[in-house]
């Protein structure tokens, strides 16, 4: 075995949440190890050595490095024994505190059973079949026996144990079969135990078969992971090189209802196991006790009325057997040995499976060809130097990440579907995988097994294709042939986006993108709730979603849009533009969820309201985490994250005080669990790389250890040893679907990946330390290299990265704007409402909530058309690029203003087009410019059908756009004009550029909608002329002084041509002459008050809005511009007067 090495005593992390959110006392293990011979191939070594600095010489044989005990406490979940490469077999020890799926707790002392299959760190029970264990003397069927440390040894394809009745054990494996040697003390009762119902979660059918004098077989049914009702049943045969001297076998009753999956629904699923790690090795104190919920005890038998095995039928299978046992007489030969396959089709399968993998008994051969594939594997990341105690955590996390998924096909190819049948691998794959965490592995699993090993990576995303074709869906969280329904979000979408853009290209990709975006566009079992998206652009709080486990809302919509963003990634590299396109776009709903005001992702009901009191640590509506921890899981778009926060330095600060705690302190990050593991990466796109350098390095060093507590939490199938063996060699896959990586810092000065084109890429690290994570300069292929990512071309055709590093801060490397990894905001504006439909689709839009929507077939008639221009109130918009709504993708064409950030630049002034439903409707936009300063802009429109015609445009409001009808779901065309408005240009802050708009979150009536928003710089062209009253056409507004005097009047005159009369209506709504604007006196307000030019000076006393009326508007005042009494008098002072639709109140502009 492999000594821990010592570790001091932290604080306990926090548990993940859904699964515990309570502490308890921990107590450092020591092991007390012989370093004998063992000790080469467990990579053990005396704990004064485990620290040493390895040389600069890269790892030749990275298998006798891994410590196969790391993760075996601290709640990591993962197990010792023997397996291959994504291996069908898992052949380890299981002791009484069976941790879920690993089977085996450090801290126990006793041995319950050897069990044929695991699972590596899941949060529910799962596997642990068919546990065989080795006794001496009277055959008791409950037995377990106790060992010591001291007497274990592992590496991986190998673990060997002597138990407490001085039988010692040794396991290896092939891929789908397993090979034991027991050697036995000289005895006539050696009993090797069968305990048939020994799974984690039980079974609801047993049956034993001696199949001859040295051959068994049998099955178990068992399953329901997390309370879902899918089963599976796994089959055995095993095989002996010597006769048995007896056998028998004692009833069962089953201690699992049977339960089938109706349809594809599984029953509500139970929480995960409590979790609760701790850091730094420390390993939570185990009581020995089994668990109250494990497998129902079954009495001991006695051999009492048994049969003798060689006076009965030696194929007779025992049906519902609780235990079998077979025994030796070892009196002569103390060595038994035995091979076992496995199948999840027939014992028969079981059986050829033996005689095609390992149809010898040589079991040092056997154990050396294991041991050659994983140093096959593990050799193609090869790293020089750092400590020995790096090496070995990094080469068992590795390992580790290389568990899963699991070959489930036979060597004849036959594996069992999720439809029931039996089917066969296509031709040109080697393998049939299943055991998909996809909630877990698409982060970071995924990506690293395609980069290691791109041959099983394309068969087990052709597996998942597979799947599609059986059950109608692509996994979410398999185990065997069953889905059950574990986790939320859809994503198996990013694994197979992952696996293709990571090099794992040979698998049915045309199928693959078919699949995935019949089941993004479908609301089903995969995505319930995704009706909600098209009309809301969230999943919100109070809806209703059926079956399948669903919960979260708010943390489900970002797993939709990650989910989304690796399709949309997907098809554009298989040249497919509209779904990469329409998907990329739909991937930006999570600007729905974020609330302006707080700065977090936050849940929302139906109606568009954020739900409750605010609480960012508050886990309501969200999957094992909170507000915190889901703000920043947009990781196809930090970029736009940061616009949402306020600029860079506003998501540096979030970013500050969520990662000030790595382990859910106080509701912060919390690395030992999914859903935080992009977080620290995110410093590489806001301008501080440092930042990401310095917190990885932090997270390596609190949660992994070389020690069996060495890492801090489930270890989900792999995918926590994939982020360290990420972060160890300097970077993370941040974006789903993607090769980008973010870079960090080697943790290794040399370190050679052999690519999957078979060229290298090398990555150098000049003065790597523990202590020295930060980049002082960064070299590719030899020229200076500033970006905080990796070359795109650098996982096909290979390279030299090299970095010097040092033990303080290089602020400025990689700080700019053109060296953050690249960001995915879509293909253009990210609307959220579906509000115009075509005269053949009526019912694909509804715009006001009741059924109504624009016809874009009347919006064409009156001028608007996708993309084209429309000039209203003295500004130009572009109306929406989108095609109108058909019933195949409604694809939203305006805003609907709850509060959402619109990423814009611009300056001088701003103006809006849209309109209100149950309006007129009012409220507050806020602009954002660069330098982080803010400006509130008042935001109103009128009804969108002036209420049925009853109503005139508000003020401010000019119609731009007029249909004579609008569209009905019911499939008629509504015999009611719709209108669009332009709000007059609002002036902007001088010298500023807006980069976003904050549309309001709330209104004073009805609904508001946005379809553009236009800026006019300050100053720029603009319509200059003679304004003429229209109580007479040979009078014109005057500026009575004809040159640039404060206080001079604004009168009637005649007509002249004059520089007095040649007026500029500005886009920012002041009227200007002669270097001045036309003002309100006093900025005044009543009825009467005079209006003379004054210096420009941007109040509101010098801000007119041209009515569609032909009236000039004072917002601030609510009058009109009024010729006295209606008089054609010249040198008649204009005045404010309440607005009466007279000609006295009408002007034609220039």
Same mark, same amino acid.
């Given at each position: 075995?492999? +000594? ?6 932290? +604080?306990? %992390? ?43 010489? =890269? ?10 005990? #790391? ?65 001496? /003397? ?30 010692? &054990?040794? =396991?290896?494996?092939?891929?789908? &079969? ?76 089953? @201690? ?31 009581? /020995? ?9 079954? %009495?001991? #038998? ?19 057997? @609780? ?88 060597? @004849? ?160 590299? *298989? ?95 919390? =690395? ?70 973010? *870079? ?50 650098? #996982? ?35 609307? &959220? ?25 009347? *919006? ?52 809006? !087009? ?36 009853? %109503? ?25 004009? %719709? ?47 003679? #304004? ?6 040979? *009078? ?33 709504? &002041?009227?200007?002459? !002669? ?6 006196? @006093? ?68």
């Amino acid at each position: 075995m492999r +000594p821990p090495t010592a570790q001091p005593t932290v +604080p306990p %992390a926090r548990s993940k949440l859904h699964r515990c959110l309570t502490y308890f006392a921990v107590t450092a293990v020591t092991a007390v190890t012989a370093v004998t011979a063992a000790t080469a191939l467990t990579g053990a070594l005396p704990a004064s050595a485990a620290a040493a600095p390895r040389t600069a010489t =890269l790892v030749s044989d990275p298998a006798a490095l891994v410590n196969t005990f #790391i993760g075996t406490a601290n709640n990591a979940n993962d197990f010792p024994g023997a397996d291959a490469p994504f291996g069908m077999v898992q052949w380890s020890p299981d002791t009484p505190s069976r941790p879920d799926g690993g089977g085996y707790l450090y801290s126990d002392s006793s041995i319950t059973g050897f069990s044929l299959t695991h699972v590596s760190g899941p949060g529910c029970g799962a596997a642990g079949d068919i546990p065989v264990l080795p006794t001496v /003397g009277s055959v008791n069927t409950s037995a377990t026996d106790g060992f010591s440390h001291a007497d274990e040894s592992a590496n991986p394809g190998y673990y060997a144990v002597t138990t407490g009745n001085s039988v010692k &054990t040794e =396991l290896t494996a092939t891929t789908r &079969t397993g090979m034991a040697r027991f050697t036995f003390p000289a005895t006539t009762q050696a009993n090797l135990i069968f305990k048939l119902t020994g799974s984690q979660n039980g079974d609801s059918s047993t049956q034993f078969t001696v199949a001859s004098g040295n051959e068994v077989s049998g099955q178990v049914t068992t399953g329901h992971f997390c309370g879902a009702s899918a089963t599976y049943t796994l089959y055995f045969d095993m095989v002996f090189d010597r006769s048995f001297a007896a056998n028998g076998t004692a009833a069962a009753t089953p @201690n699992l209802a049977a339960a089938t999956l109706s349809g594809k629904t599984a029953s509500p699923n139970t929480a995960e196991r409590p979790d609760h790690p701790t850091l730094h090795g420390t390993v939570a104190t185990g009581s /020995g006790a089994a668990r109250s919920n494990s497998v129902k005890s079954h %009495a001991a #038998i006695s051999n009492a009325g048994k049969s003798d095995p060689a006076k009965s039928s030696a194929a007779t299978p025992q049906a519902s057997a @609780n235990n079998g046992y077979v025994t030796f007489d070892t009196t002569g030969n103390q060595v038994v040995q035995a091979k076992v396959g496995i199948s999840y089709v027939s014992a028969a399968d079981a059986r050829a499976n033996i005689n095609a993998e390992n149809p010898t008994w040589d079991f040092a051969a056997t154990q050396s060809a294991a041991h050659s594939a994983w140093d096959a594997l593990l050799g193609r990341i090869a790293v020089a130097g750092g400590t020995s105690a790096q090496q070995t955590v990094f080469y068992t996390a590795l390992y580790h990440a290389l568990l899963h998924p699991n070959v489930i096909s036979d060597s @004849n190819g036959q594996y069992p579907g999720v439809d029931g049948n039996v089917h066969t691998v296509g031709s040109g794959h080697a393998a049939e995988y299943s055991n998909f965490s996809g909630w877990d592995i698409y982060r970071a699993q995924a990506q690293l097994s395609a980069f290691v090993d791109p041959s099983a990576a394309s068969d087990i995303a052709q597996s998942m294709v597979d799947d599609y074709a059986a059950g109608g869906m692509l996994p979410k969280w398999m185990l065997d042939n069953g889905e059950t329904y574990v986790m939320v979000g859809d994503p198996a979408d990013s694994v197979i986006a992952g696996y293709y853009a990571f090099g794992a290209r040979n698998f049915d990709t045309a199928t693959a993108l078919r699949d995935m975006v019949a089941e993004a566009d479908s609301t089903g079992n995969v995505r319930p709730g995704l009706n909600y998206l098209a009309n809301l652009g969230y999943l919100p709080s109070d809806g209703s979603y059926g079956c399948c486990n669903f919960y979260g809302p708010a943390s489900t919509t970002l797993e939709y849009d990650s989910a989304d963003f690796a399709i949309s990634a997907f098809a554009g590299a *298989l040249g497919d533009s509209a779904d990469q396109s329409a998907l990329a776009d739909r991937a930006q709903d999570w600007r729905n969820l974020f609330d302006t005001a707080s700065g977090f992702i936050r849940p929302r009901d139906r109606s568009g309201t954020f739900t409750g009191s605010f609480n960012a640590t508050s886990d309501s509506n969200f999957v094992e985490g909170d507000s915190w921890q889901y703000t920043p899981m947009v990781p196809f778009n930090v970029a736009g994250l940061a616009a949402a926060e306020g600029g860079n330095a506003a998501l540096n600060k979030f970013l500050n005080t969520d990662l000030s705690s790595l382990t859910g302190g106080n509701g912060y990050t919390d =690395l030992t669990n999914e859903p935080s593991l992009n977080i620290p990466w995110e410093y590489d796109y806001t301008g501080q790389p440092y930042n990401t350098q310095k917190t990885v390095r932090q997270v390596q060093d609190q949660i992994w250890t070389d020690a069996p507590g060495g890492l801090a939490g489930n270890d989900d199938l792999g995918t926590m040893s994939a982020w360290y063996v990420w972060s160890a060699i300097g970077m993370y896959p941040e974006t789903p679907g993607t090769a980008d990586l973010a *870079l960090g810092s080697p943790l290794f000065t040399q370190i050679v990946i052999t690519l999957p084109t078979g060229n290298t890429l090398t990555i150098n690290g000049e003065g790597a330390a523990d202590d020295a994570p930060y980049v002082q300069s960064a070299t590719w292929n030899g020229a200076a290299w500033n970006n905080a990512y990796m070359p795109a071309s650098a #996982i096909t055709s290979g390279g030299t990265l090299s970095f010097t590093l040092g033990t303080t801060a290089n602020t400025g490397w990689a700080s700019g704007a053109s060296a953050a990894p690249p960001s995915y905001g879509g293909n253009g504006p990210q609307y &959220t409402d579906v509000g115009v439909s075509s005269d053949s689709a009526t019912t694909a839009a509804d715009f006001d909530g009741v059924g109504y929507s624009y016809s874009a077939n009347a *919006l064409s008639a009156a001028g608007a058309n996708p993309g084209s221009t429309i000039t209203a109130a003295g500004s130009v918009f572009t109306w929406p690029n989108v095609a109108p709504a058909a019933l195949y993708r409604a694809k939203p064409d305006n805003y609907e203003a709850v509060g959402q950030q619109i990423p814009v630049s611009g300056s001088g002034s701003i103006a809006f !087009l849209g309109a209100a439903t149950n309006g007129p409707s009012n409220g507050t936009a806020l602009v954002t410019y660069t330098d982080g300063s803010t400006q509130s802009v008042p935001l109103g429109f009128s009804d969108w059908t002036l209420n049925g015609g009853s %109503a005139s445009a508000e003020p401010g409001n000019t119609v731009a756009l007029t249909t004579s009808y609008r569209n009905s779901q019911s499939g008629t065309a509504d015999q009611v004009k %719709a209108y669009v408005f332009a709000t007059a240009p609002v002036a902007l802050a001088s010298g500023k550029t807006a980069v976003s708009v904050t549309l309001p979150a709330s209104a004073n009536q009805g609904a508001l909608h946005v379809f553009s928003i236009a800026f006019a710089a300050a100053g720029a062209t603009a319509p200059t002329g003679p #304004i003429v009253s229209a109580v007479s056409s040979g *009078l014109c507004v005057d500026d009575s002084n004809s040159a640039a005097a404060n206080g001079s009047h604004v009168q009637l005159w005649t007509c002249n041509g004059t520089g007095a009369q040649n007026w500029t209506v500005e886009p920012d709504g &002041t009227l200007r002459v !002669l270097g001045g604007c036309m003002d309100v006196s @006093n900025a005044g307000t009543a009825a009467g008050t005079k209006v003379q030019y004054w210096q420009c000076n941007g109040t509101a006393a010098q801000q007119w809005q041209a009515r569609s009326d032909g009236s000039l508007y004072n917002p601030n005042s609510g009058m009109c511009l009024d010729d006295p009494n209606s008089t054609t008098t010249t040198a008649t002072q204009l005045q404010i007067w309440t607005c009466n639709g007279t000609n006295a109140q009408k002007w034609t502009l220039p």
